[in-house]
């Protein structure tokens, strides 16, 4: 480890003490980032790019009060990180959820500032939501509080300064509510949100984008050592919208998808999942032990997808779902290829174990950028006022994914034409973002 990667983690460690996911996204970057700029870009080193690219251009935290359906009071935090703007406006979702703090938002946009950058659109890195916990809630109680919660952060996004999109616990019908409160306060309908309802100058696509586009990832990996995803035994974490079209779009190119999953257990379908079976999913509710009552299947409660003999592991949940011994279990039972479609799904020993491994492995930063990508396209119809058609919304996806792909590809690979995906996607990343910053000055 060179004096100046030892001298910068430290000084991370000591500025952001307390946030152990912003932490181990910045030592991901890090570790990768810094020997190449020490051979390539020396005079980067010296305008300090990568300590400027770590500190938020803008940090808010507001306080949110609504009222249930029983009158009663609450009072939550919502947040907004402004990470950076030296690409586009700054771009990335909202996040709804009681696990919200400062150090997941912090990680979730410095991977955005990555991710954004990799899709080759003209676009910033944000990341924001509340410590507000969805569920369980009626569809007024999650009106009064979106509006409530709207009604601070419209002083702080825009077309061209903000755009958020929805993430965990944000979906249409949160961005819809929120849509209306910031056009009611501003009088002003404009592509202030993604993740719109296709009624109303939403895209075509959007939420099978992350889905879609990580098989797409997925699919040209294989592709790159001479093998096909059709026949592959694919198990994935997650029930929600990834999950869900990233198990389908497996399914529609040829591979048997075995598992979903949510926080209570995993089900294991040996047969794999079909679309009547994944809607079946969808209808239970979290109540997943009734899946075996219908179909020749397994429930195991309390357990995670990585047990199963795969090909294919797409963790699709949430960050730090898959830890070292998990990824030792895959290796073991014989997975070539673990994709990630959630944001920092495997911990900082899992990726070292599966680095070490050989195998392939694709980081969220570039395996699941589709969903910010079509959030991107979906501005780029609001400035010009049209609606693209799902097959040009979705043929436009795939390029993108293919170019992250290859810019991974240029950046990560070895003079032995070993690929690391990871590499290549902090390189490709930063450089890119780096430039911008450069010529704009010291802003």
């Given at each position: 480890?060179?004096?100046?990667l030892t001298?910068?983690?430290?000084y991370?460690?000591?500025?952001?003490?307390h946030q152990p996911?912003?932490?181990?996204a910045v030592r991901?970057?890090?570790e990768?980032?810094?020997?190449?700029?020490?051979a390539h870009?020396?005079?980067l080193?010296?305008q300090?790019?990568?300590?400027?690219?770590?500190?938020?251009?803008?940090t808010?935290s507001f306080?949110?009060?609504?009222?249930?359906?029983?009158?009663a009071?609450?009072?939550n935090?919502g947040y907004?990180?402004?990470?950076?703007?030296?690409?586009g406006?700054y771009?990335?979702?909202l996040r709804f959820?009681?696990?919200?703090n400062?150090s997941?938002?912090k990680?979730?946009?410095?991977?955005?500032?990555?991710?954004?950058?990799?899709?080759?659109l003209?676009?910033?890195?944000?990341?924001?939501?509340?410590?507000?916990?969805?569920?369980?809630?009626?569809?007024?109680e999650?009106?009064r509080f979106?509006?409530?919660?709207?009604?601070?952060?419209?002083?702080h996004?825009?077309?061209?300064?903000?755009?958020?999109?929805?993430?965990?616990?944000?979906?249409?019908?949160?961005?819809?509510?929120?849509?209306?409160q910031y056009?009611?306060?501003?009088?002003?309908f404009?592509?202030?949100?993604t993740g719109?309802?296709?009624?109303?100058?939403?895209?075509?696509?959007?939420p099978?984008?992350?889905?879609?586009g990580?098989?797409?990832?997925?699919?040209?990996?294989l592709?790159?050592t001479?093998?096909?995803?059709k026949?592959?035994t694919?198990?994935?974490?997650g029930?929600g919208?990834?999950?869900?079209?990233?198990?389908?779009?497996?399914?529609?190119?040829?591979?048997?998808?075995i598992?979903?999953?949510?926080s209570?257990?995993?089900?294991?379908?040996?047969?794999?999942?079909s679309?009547?079976?994944?809607?079946?999913v969808n209808?239970l509710?979290?109540n997943?032990?009734?899946?075996?009552?219908?179909y020749?299947?397994?429930?195991?409660?309390?357990?995670?997808?990585?047990r199963?003999?795969?090909?294919?592991?797409?963790?699709?949940?949430?960050?730090?779902e898959?830890?070292?011994?998990?990824?030792?279990?895959?290796?073991?039972?014989g997975c070539?290829?673990?994709?990630?479609?959630?944001n920092?799904?495997?911990?900082?020993?899992a990726?070292?174990?599966?680095?070490?491994?050989?195998i392939?492995y694709a980081?969220?930063?570039?395996?699941?950028?589709?969903?910010?990508?079509?959030?991107?396209?979906?501005?780029?119809q609001?400035?010009?006022g049209?609606q693209?058609?799902?097959e040009?919304?979705e043929n436009?996806?795939?390029?993108?994914?293919?170019?992250?792909?290859?810019?991974?590809?240029?950046?990560?690979k070895?003079?032995?034409?070993a690929?690391?995906?990871?590499?290549?996607?902090?390189i490709?990343?930063f450089?890119?973002?780096?430039?911008?910053?450069k010529?704009?000055g010291l802003v």
């Amino acid at each position: 480890m060179s004096s100046y990667l030892t001298s910068f983690i430290h000084y991370v460690s000591e500025t952001n003490p307390h946030q152990p996911e912003f932490l181990q996204a910045v030592r991901e970057v890090a570790e990768d980032v810094i020997p190449y700029l020490e051979a390539h870009a020396p005079e980067l080193v010296r305008q300090r790019l990568l300590e400027r690219m770590i500190e938020p251009e803008r940090t808010i935290s507001f306080r949110v009060v609504w009222q249930d359906d029983s009158n009663a009071i609450h009072v939550n935090r919502g947040y907004r990180v402004q990470m950076n703007s030296a690409l586009g406006p700054y771009k990335g979702g909202l996040r709804f959820s009681p696990t919200v703090n400062l150090s997941i938002l912090k990680f979730l946009a410095f991977e955005q500032t990555f991710k954004n950058s990799l899709t080759g659109l003209p676009l910033g890195s944000a990341k924001g939501g509340a410590d507000f916990n969805p569920k369980g809630k009626s569809d007024n109680e999650i009106m009064r509080f979106c509006q409530s919660f709207m009604a601070e952060l419209c002083r702080h996004v825009g077309s061209e300064t903000d755009v958020p999109a929805g993430d965990i616990g944000v979906g249409e019908r949160e961005i819809g509510y929120m849509f209306g409160q910031y056009k009611r306060l501003q009088n002003n309908f404009t592509g202030v949100l993604t993740g719109k309802g296709t009624a109303w100058s939403g895209s075509f696509m959007r939420p099978e984008a992350t889905g879609f586009g990580l098989l797409y990832f997925v699919e040209r990996m294989l592709y790159e050592t001479g093998g096909v995803l059709k026949g592959k035994t694919v198990a994935i974490s997650g029930a929600g919208n990834v999950a869900y079209y990233a198990a389908l779009k497996a399914i529609a190119l040829g591979a048997k998808v075995i598992t979903v999953s949510n926080s209570e257990g995993t089900i294991y379908d040996k047969n794999g999942f079909s679309l009547e079976k994944l809607d079946y999913v969808n209808s239970l509710n979290r109540n997943f032990g009734e899946y075996p009552k219908r179909y020749d299947a397994e429930y195991h409660p309390g357990q995670k997808p990585w047990r199963f003999a795969c090909d294919i592991a797409l963790p699709c949940a949430t960050q730090n779902e898959l830890d070292e011994h998990d990824a030792g279990m895959l290796l073991e039972n014989g997975c070539i290829c673990i994709a990630e479609g959630a944001n920092m799904p495997c911990t900082e020993q899992a990726v070292k174990t599966i680095l070490k491994s050989g195998i392939l492995y694709a980081p969220g930063k570039a395996a699941n950028a589709g969903g910010v990508a079509v959030s991107g396209l979906e501005m780029s119809q609001n400035r010009i006022g049209q609606q693209w058609t799902a097959e040009k919304v979705e043929n436009r996806l795939k390029k993108i994914m293919h170019d992250i792909h290859d810019t991974c590809v240029h950046y990560g690979k070895d003079k032995h034409g070993a690929i690391n995906y990871l590499k290549g996607a902090n390189i490709g990343g930063f450089v890119k973002v780096a430039a911008a910053m450069k010529a704009q000055g010291l802003v």
